[in-house]
């Protein structure tokens, strides 16, 4: 089995910045695609960014695009999700998963799943 535990989030202004992080343990992650999810009050979880197991290949969703970078470090099994320009629609839950073998990176069919770390834009 494999534990997810996300942190880094927390308030911050429209325009600032957040950086989460998922750290795995159990096993590791180095074969796994990692994505992140996010799940806004009252609307559907969403694919936020994803990044296959090597780190080469990325893909965000439309929101996220050009205002997060999703990295991951293998050796300290932890995924990133660095977060700028941020808005107020950005607020929401934020999930890391991941999964060895997932097919489609962006329906959430992944096998692990961390409890989430919330993220709230406001002035």
């Known amino acids: 089995q494999v534990q997810l535990v996300e942190s880094g989030g927390g308030s911050a202004e429209p325009g600032g910045s957040l950086r989460l992080s998922c750290a795995a343990s159990?096993?590791?992650?180095?074969?796994?695609?990692m994505g992140w999810f996010r799940q806004a009050p009252g609307k559907e979880r969403e694919f936020a960014a994803v990044?296959?197991?090597?780190?080469?290949?990325?893909y965000y969703s439309d929101a996220m695009k050009g205002r997060a970078t999703i990295s991951r470090d293998n050796a300290k099994n932890t995924v990133y999700l660095q977060m700028n320009s941020l808005k107020p629609e950005d607020s929401a839950i934020y999930y890391c998963?991941?999964?060895?073998?997932?097919?489609?990176?962006?329906?959430?069919?992944?096998?692990?799943w961390g409890q989430g770390t919330q993220v709230t834009v406001s002035s």
């Open positions: 159990g096993r590791t992650i180095g074969s796994y695609a």
């Open positions: 998963a991941g999964d060895p073998t997932v097919r489609d990176w962006t329906l959430g069919q992944y096998a692990y």
């Open positions: 990044i296959s197991w090597s780190g080469v290949r990325t």
